[in-house]
Antibody, heavy 118, light 107 residues
Framework: EVQLVESGGGLVQPGGSLRLSCAVS????????MSWVRQAPGKGLEWVSS????????YYADSVKGRFTISRDNSKNTLYLQMNSLRAEDTAVYYC???????????WGRGTLVAVSS | EIMMTQSPATLSLSPGERATLSCRAS??????LAWYQQKPGQAPRLLIY???TRATGIPARFSGSGSGTEFTLTISSLQSEDFTVYYC?????????FGGGTKVEIK
C-alpha cells in the first residue's frame, strides 16, 4: 500500500523558516518524481515544487522561487521542502504527492498545515 | 503560464443525473490533463489522467474527454459520494497549473 506521511508543519512568524518532510512507503521511491502542492484555507490547489527521481531537476512556482528548496533523500525514502522567508500568503495545507509518468499526482499524503502569523 | 479555467463554478444536480464539468486551457496542453476529486478535509484523489484514462480503482461512471484546450469530465449517474469538488490540472508545461475547481452540489 502506498503511503505518504507529511510532517513539520506548524505556526511560524513572518520571515521565519520551516522544513517539511514526507516519508513514503509502498513503492520504489527512487524511481519517481515527487512534488509539493498546497491549498490555502478555503481555496483551490496550487502546485509548489517538483523534483525528478534522482534530484537532477527541480522546478518551482514563481511564488516560492528563491525562498523554498525541494530535496529528497532516496536512501531514507523521504522528500523535503525547506521554506525560508515565510509570508502570510504561504499559509496553507501542504501536500506531498507522488508523480506518475508525466507530472500529474498519482498519490497524495494527508497534508501538514503551515500557518504564518505574528 | 497556462491558465486553466473550470466551469461552472458550481453545478446543482440531483442523484442519478449526469454531470458535465468543463476545463479550458489558455493554450494547448495536448492530452496532458488530469482530473482530481477532493472531499472536505481530505487530500485530492486522482480520477483521470492523459485526459481520458481512468486511474486505478475509479468507477466507470467517471469519464474524461478532450484534447488541446477543451476538456470535459463526465459523471454518468451521480451517486451521493460524488457531490464534492473537482479540479483539473495541466502537466504539459511548467509551471504546473490547476483550475479553480467545480463544486458539484445536491439540488
Amino acid at each position: 500500500e502506498v503511503q505518504l506521511v507529511e510532517s513539520g508543519g506548524g505556526l511560524v512568524q513572518p520571515g521565519g523558516s520551516l522544513r517539511l518532510s514526507c516519508a513514503v512507503s509502498g513503492f520504489t521511491f527512487s524511481s519517481y518524481a515527487m512534488s509539493w502542492v498546497r491549498q490555502a484555507p478555503g481555496k483551490g490547489l496550487e502546485w509548489v515544487s517538483s523534483v525528478n527521481d534522482v534530484s537532477e531537476r527541480t522546478y518551482y512556482a514563481d511564488s516560492v522561487k528563491g525562498r523554498f528548496t525541494i530535496s529528497r533523500d532516496n536512501s531514507k525514502n523521504t522528500l523535503y521542502l525547506q521554506m525560508n522567508s515565510l509570508r502570510a500568503e504561504d499559509t496553507a495545507v501542504y501536500y506531498c504527492a507522488k508523480d506518475s509518468v508525466g507530472y500529474y499526482f498519482e498519490y497524495w499524503g494527508r497534508g501538514t498545515l503551515v500557518a504564518v502569523s505574528s | 503560464e497556462i491558465m486553466m479555467t473550470q466551469s461552472p463554478a458550481t453545478l446543482s444536480l440531483s442523484p442519478g443525473e449526469r454531470a458535465t464539468l468543463s476545463c479550458r486551457a489558455s493554450q494547448s496542453v495536448s492530452s496532458n490533463l488530469a482530473w482530481y476529486q477532493q472531499k472536505p478535509g481530505q487530500a485530492p484523489r486522482l480520477l483521470i489522467y492523459r485526459a481520458s484514462t481512468r486511474a486505478t480503482g475509479i468507477p466507470a461512471r467517471f469519464s474524461g474527454s478532450g484534447s488541446g484546450t477543451e476538456f470535459t469530465l463526465t459523471i454518468s449517474s451521480l451517486q451521493s459520494e460524488d457531490f464534492t469538488v473537482y479540479y483539473c490540472q495541466q502537466y504539459n508545461n511548467w509551471p504546473l497549473t490547476f483550475g479553480g475547481g467545480t463544486k458539484v452540489e445536491i439540488k
